[in-house]
């Protein structure tokens, strides 16, 4: 959070810098801080560059008076976050001079540029005192989980502005607490009496997912074996997943002989001469397929509420097929597809817990793709 505070206050700066001109015509256009940054970093380049000098200390000028013109119109508003504008004014005047400190060229022209540094260190804390009193007071309301997000929140922002403040970081740990929703996610039941298969796999993956990559970092899921070690005072969600069925069927098997033939294939050679003509075969091809199918129930129960917030299916299916085949005849009848499936060893069919794994690779990302989007900005 503090970086990502620091890096909104100089990020436009950073960009106007990469620029190659002088900075004249943003000069001319009125924006002081790219004719600057302009200014700066052609100086940088050639330090004896006469058009970036003469941009560099009217620009500067104008900039410095427009961000102190912004300090004390901020400074006379009744805005409870005014003091934030302050400091992003003040951090991005002492980010020129930072900048002018390291460019020869440009200390030739602005010996000694402006600097507040205690008047930032004083804008931060006080505008971390609002933050952090805008905190407490959200905190004091933590059984809604609304105002403890807000409460956190609030204290991210003080303590990016003044790391060390007064007990932020004992009120952030409080914050948070309150506002986790702690969700379970349940085992799956065996999906087949009929089949010994193995199925813990299934939501192991999607438990893996769960605590190694944040969806959002006031949900956390927790397995039943970790709610129970950790002593939760309390569950607000549960996840359920059941296999509602899983079939292996439609058992599928064919055999067909068919006459396959190839014209213009070299038959004999006769006085040096190659002789024509077709080749035959009778090729039989040999199918077989079994299909699994079945649909995953997903559900979402709120403890306090007591009822189902979300309930999906899932369908998924899974196809296992094989070609082989035998011929007799002349090989050379055969297409190139025909002596692929003559190469081809016929298999059995798969185990029931191979098909079970291939029939749930879809769901697991289905699964994981509706926890996503529905706890993402809970």
Same mark, same amino acid.
């Given at each position: ?64 008076? !427009? ?90 922002a003080a303590q990016a502005l ?113 002789i024509y003509g077709t080749v ?5 091809t040999n199918e077989k397929a ?60 798969? !185990? ?12 697991? !990302? ?13």
């Amino acid at each position: 959070m503090k970086k990502y505070y620091h890096l909104l206050i100089i990020l436009g700066a950073v960009a106007m810098l990469s620029g190659c001109a002088s900075g004249k015509k943003a000069l001319q256009k009125g924006d002081y801080e790219r004719a600057v940054s302009q200014a700066i970093n052609r100086l940088r380049s050639n330090d004896g560059q006469k058009k970036a000098k003469a941009t560099l200390e009217k620009a500067y000028k104008y900039a410095l008076e !427009s961000h102190l013109g912004n300090i004390k119109k901020a400074r006379a508003s009744n805005d409870i976050m005014k003091w934030e504008v302050i400091a992003r004014n003040y951090q991005y005047i002492n980010f020129l001079a930072d900048e002018i400190q390291r460019c020869p060229g440009c200390r030739q022209v602005v010996p000694k540029p402006a600097r507040y540094d205690a008047e930032l260190t004083d804008a931060k804390n006080k505008a971390a005192e609002v933050h952090y009193n805008l905190g407490v007071e959200a905190l004091r309301k933590k059984d809604q989980r609304i105002k403890a997000i807000e409460a956190h929140q609030h204290f991210q922002a003080a303590q990016a502005l003044a790391p060390r403040f007064k007990d932020v970081e004992q009120k952030l740990g409080v914050a948070l607490y309150f506002a986790t929703l702690r969700v379970v996610v349940e085992p799956i039941p065996s999906p087949s009496r009929m089949f010994d298969i193995k199925h813990e796999f299934f939501v192991n993956k999607i438990n893996e997912y769960l605590h190694n990559n944040m969806i959002n970092q006031y949900v956390r899921f927790y397995t039943p074996g970790e709610a129970n070690s950790q002593k939760l005072d309390y569950v607000d969600h549960i996840i359920t997943m059941e296999f509602d069925r899983f079939n292996l069927g439609n058992i599928y098997s064919n055999k067909t002989t068919t006459d396959v033939s190839r014209d213009s294939v070299v038959i004999a050679t006769r006085n040096n001469e190659k002789i024509y003509g077709t080749v035959k075969a009778k090729l039989t091809t040999n199918e077989k397929a079994i299909t699994g199918t079945g649909v995953l129930d997903f559900k979402v129960f709120d403890n306090g509420l007591n009822k189902v917030l979300t309930q999906e299916k899932f369908p998924s299916e899974y196809t296992w097929a094989i070609r082989w085949a035998s011929f007799n005849g002349d090989e050379r009848a055969l297409s190139d597809e025909e002596l692929k499936m003559v190469n081809t060893v016929e298999a059995s069919a798969p !185990s029931p817990q191979f098909m079970f794994e291939e029939f749930t690779a879809p769901l697991y !990302s289905q699964a994981i793709s509706k926890i996503r989007d529905y706890y993402r900005n809970y």
